[in-house]
């Protein structure tokens, strides 16, 4: 997708500093019934390249909600997402599936590993439907896998590892294609705090190499990780500072 | 890692709901093959006895002369005095288009000769094949193996006081009596066979025939088919077909045909219906796989991919163990169920790679709900904890 030449800049210099994510004027209301609820109402909100967000706010806040629209997998009920000038809701659902496997990585609250891949497959997993042959992915997938610290672990199964090596095949699933954001939801939330703290420093370095990093979390001793946090209360932006 | 990889490793992880999928699939599969190797077992034992009832198809000379009736037959235009058939006529019959269905040809020359002051029909025939096609007759002696050998038939042997080994003057030439036939209470017991080619010659009517008796099976076309393709290619003759041999017998067949048919269709919409619940069980319980694979930029199709991938591989599994079981099924349930002794199970490639085709084409049917339902879901139910 990125060769078919409408959404190149994402991979141009990092030294660009236009935005990378722009949201505008965004809301998402989900129907029950006869019942309307609003999960975010009209919010704005500027990410911009090599930033590493944090979103917090309490539960139903709109937290989730706003990481799935990011991540291409919630249409929005009104507003506009707009990734490296693509408007992403405007695609077609194909597309919309092609500009997440080419843009996006996603690390999920329970890893979310395939428990019938082994490591080395699970990494390899967004590279399947790629035409890179398997040599090539094989390469990818080892060398993600070794600056996870996962050298060697490869073709153990995920309930063969601990929590936070499970934490780092999903970091290296996610990075493994290169995507230029990283959405994270609550990576540390199933990790005790040793293990946390070792994820977040992750994360750290991947940003401090030029990685965007969008992250939910609930623990403020994440938050000091990040760039800038953007609070969340009741379906609207109420602080966006950076630190 | 290809997608194909993402199929075989889900199968492998889920070993026991795969071997009731592919049970599911086997036993239909079996089933069938079960029913279409009796149903052959049964029409191979009909042409084998269609043999034992003689010709079914008679070929005469397209004429209006003389009637004359043969085996209590009435053949119609036989003229002894005309030839219109002739020896090349022979082959023409092997080589139509459902020739497989010939079992066997018996060309005749019938004349008239005198002997010792009594008209008998002298009959040409080629004795392996009359052999073939009158399993009933039963010879004190041999039966003629060179053209200077003749065979009576009883009547015949009682008028001219004759008996095996016994000399016999026809048209000047001199023959051997090889053997009698037993009575046999048809036409048969008033005439002398020779040999085609000796009759021909003592007729003086080179290469001529009046008469060809045919005996075909009908498993797969019905016997007007093979009367008009002979008529066909000769044109010059009358062909007539004698409906009446095994046609109870053949409809009696068609009855199990479609007993079977029956039996096999609600078979297979069993195993179908197995694979789709079973299939829909599956896509629910992998949702959040599922949700993965959205998440991470697989299309629809590629989900659809996946289970059509699983399910291909099941097919196939269930069907070739399916055919093998079938013929194991066969080979012990066909003799009781047809009283056959003794015939092995035929393996047929063609019903082989039949049944392994149809067994993959029922899983896919059954799962393509499924499938499009997976590929359907929304990722962010799939995905509960983002």
């Known amino acids: 997708m990125r060769d078919e030449g409408w959404m190149p800049s994402a991979l141009c210099g990092l030294g660009n500093k236009m935005s990378l994510i722009e949201i505008k004027q965004l809301s998402k209301t989900y129907v029950s019934g006869e019942e309307r609820v609003p999960a975010l109402v009209y919010v704005n909100l500027t990410?911009?390249?090599?930033?590493?967000?944090?979103?917090i706010g309490p539960s139903?806040?709109?937290?989730?909600?706003?990481?799935?629209?990011?991540?291409?997998?919630?249409?929005?009920t009104e507003g506009e997402v707009v990734v490296d000038e693509i408007p992403i809701y405007q695609l077609p659902l194909e597309k919309l599936a092609d500009f997440r496997r080419e843009y996006l990585g996603f690390i999920f609250q329970s890893f979310q590993l395939i428990p019938y891949?082994?490591?080395?497959?699970?990494?390899?997993?967004?590279?399947a439907i790629t035409e890179k042959s398997n040599r090539e992915q094989l390469k990818m997938a080892e060398e993600i896998l070794g600056k996870m610290g996962l050298r060697g672990k490869g073709k153990r199964l995920p309930d063969q590892l601990s929590g936070g090596e499970q934490e780092r095949v999903a970091i290296a699933r996610a990075l493994v294609n290169s995507p230029p954001i990283l959405l994270a939801d609550e990576p540390t939330g199933n990790l005790d705090t040793k293990t946390g703290k070792e994820i977040m420093e992750l994360f750290k370095s991947l940003n401090e190499e030029g990685q965007t990093i969008a992250m939910v979390t609930h623990n403020p001793e994440n938050i000091g990780f990040s760039s800038r946090t953007i609070q969340l209360r009741d379906g609207k932006v109420v602080n966006g500072e950076p630190h | 890692m290809r997608l194909k990889d993402i199929s075989i490793n889900n199968l492998r992880r889920r070993k026991s709901k795969v071997l009731f999928l592919i049970l599911g699939l086997t036993i239909g599969i079996t089933t069938v093959v079960t029913l279409i190797s009796i149903t052959r077992m049964m029409n191979e034992d009909i042409s084998n006895k269609l043999d034992e009832f003689g010709a079914n198809i008679l070929v005469i000379p397209r004429s209006n002369d003389l009637s004359l009736s043969y085996g209590g037959l009435n053949i119609g235009g036989v003229s002894v005095d005309t030839q219109t058939l002739n020896d090349s006529d022979v082959p023409k019959i092997r080589q139509i288009e459902v020739k497989e269905n010939i079992s066997t040809v018996s060309p005749k020359l019938i004349g008239v000769v005198e002997i010792d002051g009594k008209k008998i029909l002298l009959t040409g025939v080629l004795f392996q094949e009359e052999i073939r096609l009158k399993k009933w007759w039963k010879v004190h002696g041999d039966i003629p193996k060179s053209r200077d050998e003749i065979l009576l038939g009883?009547?015949?042997?009682?008028?001219?006081?004759?008996?095996?080994g016994d000399p016999l003057a026809i048209n000047g030439k001199t023959v051997r009596v090889s053997g009698i036939l037993d009575e046999t209470g048809s036409q048969d017991d008033f005439l002398i066979f020779g040999d085609l080619a000796f009759v021909q010659e003592a007729l003086k009517k080179p290469g001529a025939l009046n008469l060809i008796e045919v005996s075909a099976f009908c498993i797969?076309?019905?016997?007007?088919?093979?009367?008009?393709?002979?008529?066909?290619?000769?044109?010059?003759?009358?062909v007539t077909a004698i409906k009446q041999t095994l046609q109870t017998k053949m409809e009696a067949l068609d009855h199990f045909k479609k007993f079977s048919i029956g039996i096999s269709i609600i078979v297979l919409l069993i195993g179908g219906l197995i694979v789709f619940t079973n299939m829909m069980a599956s896509v629910n319980e992998r949702k959040r796989e599922i949700g993965v694979f959205r998440a991470i930029g697989f299309r629809k199709s590629h989900i659809i991919r996946i289970i059509f991938l699983e399910v291909f591989i099941i097919g196939l599994l269930g069907g070739i163990t399916g055919y093998i079981l079938g013929l194991g099924v066969s080979y012990i349930l066909g003799p009781m169920m047809t009283g056959i002794r003794g015939g092995g199970v035929l393996i047929d490639p063609v019903l082989a790679v039949g049944v392994v085709f149809l067994s993959v084409t029922m899983g896919i049917l059954s799962s393509i709900y499924p499938a499009i339902h997976a590929s359907k879901m929304d990722p962010t139910v799939a995905l509960r904890a983002l």
């Open chain 1, 47 to 55: 990410i911009e390249r090599g930033e590493f967000i944090s979103i």
């Open chain 1, 60 to 76: 139903g806040s709109g937290k989730s909600t706003l990481l799935t629209i990011l991540g291409g997998l919630n249409h929005p």
């Open chain 1, 117 to 127: 891949l082994t490591v080395i497959e699970n990494v390899m997993l967004p590279l």
């Open chain 2, 154 to 164: 009883n009547e015949v042997a009682v008028k001219l006081f004759k008996s095996s």
């Open chain 2, 220 to 238: 797969s076309c019905p016997i007007e088919e093979i009367v008009r393709q002979i008529s066909k290619v000769l044109p010059h003759a009358k």
